[in-house]
């Protein structure tokens, strides 16, 4: 197990630079004109593939970093950067951990790899979970995979929503209902492999920020997959289920598992990359208030001015910290007694939408303008609040976990 430690050891420092020095030759330049356009930005993520950040290497390398700080420290560099950019760059990765998590050595190596494509000709992936009708309820979720037995194939019927990369990818990785008396443990992924008949983009949509990352519906009408795209295997899966209905039979979960270990260890990941947007807007809002000068002096001379600046840096150092502690233990296997990955998450992102904001208002009149980038800032923000678990959500993991009850 590696200590806790707050100082990145020299190689950990060398990829930090290399890639704030990406995010800020490549990524910055680029983050106005994407996210004007709405569109998926292949140029920079081809790129961030030639350089080696958008692959699965780099990827698992910092997420497998035993000292935990490996993912954290590059999300937050890398949405220091753009938001949106930096979604569309990683968005692969999320879907590709789905297949890390769960998948057997064969699919490991089958499906990743045509996640990314190669430098020449890079693909993305996606991740299909939310519905309609399922967005913080997972549990009520619709998609349903039937296993057709003589041909070993998996039919899957439903709606999907909000997905990232939805409809463009060239693998998608689906969430269905494989046993509708099991709630959310009878859900199960599955690959859907590039060109597959009946995988179809429904609604894009035009969002409010991180609108270079590509959001839509995708549509399962009759898709059928191969037996090997179920994730980790059937033998795996019916064991699964097994045990689900077993403890049903007992009663079901209790309260004190509220706190989802693999929730709890992706959660830091989406803190980091508020810290990155946090960090950003303060850093343009103390440039400005050091230069800007009203009254005969620079507006940082004011109190009222200063004082919100410090209090930017407190809450986006104190985010750092309680993202760098969940993900060292993520990593280490320490148990969340306290749901600190959803504390991390909760504290980071409600720090990134408040300090953007506060961006703006030391702006004046430019910070509201597209002239400046902390209204995009401020409007990128606003999605932490609300992917990976809204904070309501994350509040009610975390009473629930230290409480012992099921709060509602
Ligand atoms: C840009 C974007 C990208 C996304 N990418 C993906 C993706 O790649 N894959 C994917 O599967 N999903 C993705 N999502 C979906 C995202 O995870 C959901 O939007 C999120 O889980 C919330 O679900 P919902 O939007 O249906 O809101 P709802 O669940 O309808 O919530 C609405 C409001 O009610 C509150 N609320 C709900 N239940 C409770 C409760 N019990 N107690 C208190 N308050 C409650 C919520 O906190 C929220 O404020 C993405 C969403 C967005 C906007």
Redesign the pocket.
């Known amino acids: 197990m590696a200590e806790f430690t707050m100082e990145l050891n020299d190689e950990q420092k060398e990829v930090r630079d290399w890639l704030h020095g990406f995010a800020a030759d490549v990524i910055r330049p680029a983050a106005a004109e994407w996210d004007e356009r709405e569109e998926t930005p292949w140029p920079v993520i081809q790129e961030a593939a030639k350089v080696g950040i958008y692959s699965l290497d780099f990827y698992a390398q910092q997420y497998f970093d035993p000292t935990g700080l490996g993912i954290s420290m590059a999300m937050e560099e890398l949405f220091w950067g753009d938001a949106g950019i930096a979604l569309s760059i990683v968005g692969t990765g999320?879907a590709a951990v789905g297949v890390l998590a769960n998948g057997t050595e064969e699919q490991i190596g089958t499906w990743i790899p045509q996640m990314y494509g190669d430098a020449s000709d890079v693909k993305v992936a996606?991740?299909?979970?939310?519905e309609p009708d399922a967005?913080?309820?997972v549990a009520a979720m619709r998609t349903r995979a039937v296993y057709d037995e003589a041909k070993d194939e998996w039919v899957i019927n439903g709606t999907?929503t909000?997905?990232?990369n939805g409809g463009i990818a060239n693998v998608h990785v689906v969430v269905a209902v494989v046993d509708p008396e099991l709630g959310s443990k009878g859900h199960a992924s599955f690959i859907v492999p590039p060109n597959t008949p009946g995988l179809a983009q429904g609604q894009k949509f035009k969002?409010h920020g991180?609108r270079a990352?590509h959001?839509a519906e995708v549509i399962l009408d009759n898709v059928r997959v191969p037996g090997s795209c179920l994730l980790g295997g059937k033998d795996k899966l019916d064991e699964r289920l097994a045990r689900a209905r077993e403890k049903a039979k007992k009663g079901g979960e209790r309260v004190k598992n509220a706190a989802m270990a693999t929730f709890e260890a992706s959660r830091p990941a989406v803190g980091a990359m508020a810290v990155g947007t946090a960090r950003a807007a303060y850093e343009v809002a103390l440039e400005y208030a050091t230069t800007r000068e009203q009254f005969g002096r620079p507006i940082i001379d004011n109190q009222g001015v200063a004082f919100q600046l410090a209090d930017m840096r407190t809450s986006i150092d104190a985010a750092r910290l309680l993202v760098w502690r969940a993900s060292w233990m993520a990593v280490n296997g320490k148990p969340f007694t306290a749901a600190e990955g959803s504390m991390s998450k909760l504290f980071a992102s409600e720090t990134a939408k408040k300090v953007t904001a506060q961006a703006i208002q030391i702006l004046g009149g430019n910070g509201y303008t597209r002239e400046y980038p902390v209204e995009r800032m401020h409007r990128d923000a606003a999605?932490y609040t609300?992917?990976?678990?809204?904070?309501?959500?994350q509040r009610?993991v975390i009473a629930r976990t230290i409480s012992g009850t099921s709060v509602?």
Do not use: Q
């Open positions: 999320l996606a991740f299909c979970s939310s967005g913080s309820d999907k909000w997905a990232t969002k991180i990352s959001t999605i609300i992917f990976e678990g809204t904070s309501e959500i009610l509602r």
